[in-house]
Protein backbone atom coordinates (compact mmCIF):
# COMPACT_ATOMS: atom_id res chain seq x y z
CA UNK A 1 0.00 0.00 0.00
CA UNK A 2 3.03 2.31 0.42
CA UNK A 3 3.38 4.25 -2.56
CA UNK A 4 5.88 6.65 -3.08
CA UNK A 5 6.48 8.14 -6.92
CA UNK A 6 8.64 10.44 -8.09
CA UNK A 7 8.55 13.22 -11.27
CA UNK A 8 10.23 16.27 -12.63
CA UNK A 9 13.27 14.06 -13.88
CA UNK A 10 14.52 15.42 -17.31
CA UNK A 11 17.37 16.56 -19.71
CA UNK A 12 18.79 19.51 -18.41
CA UNK A 13 22.30 21.07 -19.81
CA UNK A 14 25.19 21.68 -17.01
CA UNK A 15 24.30 24.83 -14.50
CA UNK A 16 20.43 24.56 -15.27
CA UNK A 17 18.59 23.37 -12.48
CA UNK A 18 15.46 20.96 -11.94
CA UNK A 19 13.13 20.26 -9.13
CA UNK A 20 11.90 16.52 -8.68
CA UNK A 21 8.88 16.02 -6.41
CA UNK A 22 7.77 12.85 -4.90
CA UNK A 23 4.26 11.86 -3.86
CA UNK A 24 3.84 9.66 -1.04
CA UNK A 25 0.90 7.75 0.18
CA UNK A 26 0.15 4.32 2.13
CA UNK A 27 1.52 6.12 5.42
CA UNK A 28 1.56 8.82 7.82
CA UNK A 29 3.95 10.66 5.90
CA UNK A 30 4.30 13.87 8.05
CA UNK A 31 5.70 11.16 11.12
CA UNK A 32 8.35 9.88 9.21
CA UNK A 33 12.16 10.97 7.73
CA UNK A 34 12.32 11.07 3.92
CA UNK A 35 15.58 10.35 2.04
CA UNK A 36 16.92 11.25 -1.50
CA UNK A 37 19.37 8.29 -3.51
CA UNK A 38 21.05 8.14 -6.29
CA UNK A 39 22.58 5.66 -8.96
CA UNK A 40 25.08 7.00 -11.48
CA UNK A 41 25.47 4.81 -14.62
CA UNK A 42 27.50 1.42 -13.78
CA UNK A 43 27.96 2.63 -10.14
CA UNK A 44 25.72 1.97 -6.86
CA UNK A 45 23.62 3.77 -4.92
CA UNK A 46 24.69 7.29 -3.43
CA UNK A 47 22.86 9.44 -0.57
CA UNK A 48 22.09 12.80 -1.81
CA UNK A 49 20.15 14.03 0.89
CA UNK A 50 17.88 13.52 4.19
CA UNK A 51 14.82 15.41 6.08
CA UNK A 52 13.29 14.73 9.63
CA UNK A 53 9.53 13.96 9.46
CA UNK A 54 8.64 18.35 10.85
CA UNK A 55 11.41 19.51 7.77
CA UNK A 56 13.05 21.54 10.25
CA UNK A 57 16.50 19.68 9.76
CA UNK A 58 18.01 18.87 6.69
CA UNK A 59 21.44 17.04 5.71
CA UNK A 60 23.20 17.08 2.64
CA UNK A 61 26.20 15.11 0.80
CA UNK A 62 29.21 16.88 0.18
CA UNK A 63 29.08 16.44 -3.50
CA UNK A 64 25.69 18.50 -3.70
CA UNK A 65 26.14 20.71 -0.34
CA UNK A 66 25.18 24.38 -1.61
CA UNK A 67 23.45 23.38 -4.88
CA UNK A 68 20.55 21.08 -3.91
CA UNK A 69 17.66 21.68 -1.56
CA UNK A 70 15.34 18.81 0.11
CA UNK A 71 12.17 20.02 1.61
CA UNK A 72 8.65 18.78 1.84
CA UNK A 73 4.93 19.83 2.10
CA UNK A 74 3.25 17.39 5.01
CA UNK A 75 -0.18 19.08 3.97
CA UNK A 76 0.05 17.44 0.34
CA UNK A 77 2.38 13.95 1.37
CA UNK A 78 5.12 15.24 -0.90
CA UNK A 79 8.82 15.52 -0.89
CA UNK A 80 10.86 17.67 -3.10
CA UNK A 81 14.41 18.46 -4.39
CA UNK A 82 15.15 21.59 -5.94
CA UNK A 83 18.50 20.86 -7.98
CA UNK A 84 20.34 24.16 -9.05
CA UNK A 85 23.71 24.09 -11.17
CA UNK A 86 23.64 21.32 -12.32
CA UNK A 87 26.89 19.12 -13.40
CA UNK A 88 26.90 16.10 -15.44
CA UNK A 89 28.00 14.00 -12.80
CA UNK A 90 25.06 14.77 -10.98
CA UNK A 91 23.21 12.29 -14.05
CA UNK A 92 21.71 9.39 -12.50
CA UNK A 93 18.38 7.97 -11.70
CA UNK A 94 16.72 9.61 -8.52
CA UNK A 95 14.77 7.55 -5.99
CA UNK A 96 12.68 9.04 -2.78
CA UNK A 97 12.80 6.66 0.07
CA UNK A 98 11.20 6.39 3.39
CA UNK A 99 13.10 5.77 6.37
CA UNK A 100 11.39 4.04 9.21
CA UNK A 101 12.17 6.74 12.10
CA UNK A 102 11.42 10.32 12.14
CA UNK A 103 14.75 10.88 12.02
CA UNK A 104 16.73 9.67 9.24
CA UNK A 105 18.79 7.15 9.70
CA UNK A 106 21.43 6.31 7.27
CA UNK A 107 20.68 3.49 4.64
CA UNK A 108 17.59 2.20 6.92
CA UNK A 109 14.97 2.78 4.26
CA UNK A 110 11.45 0.84 3.95
CA UNK A 111 10.21 1.74 0.55
CA UNK A 112 11.44 3.46 -2.37
CA UNK A 113 10.01 4.92 -5.64
CA UNK A 114 10.21 3.81 -9.19
CA UNK A 115 13.07 6.62 -9.50
CA UNK A 116 13.31 9.27 -11.99
CA UNK A 117 16.01 10.03 -14.52
CA UNK A 118 18.20 13.06 -14.20
CA UNK A 119 20.77 13.69 -17.33
CA UNK A 120 22.78 17.14 -17.66
CA UNK A 121 24.33 17.26 -20.82
CA UNK A 122 25.32 19.76 -23.14
Known amino acids: QVQLVESGGGLVQPGGSLRLSCAAS????????MSWVRQAPGKGLEWVSD????????YYADSVKGRFTISRDNAKNTLYLQMNSLKPEDTAVYYC???????????????WGQGTQVTVSS
Open 97 to 111: AKGRWGAPVRDEYDY
Open 51 to 58: INSGGGST
Open 26 to 33: GFTFSSYA
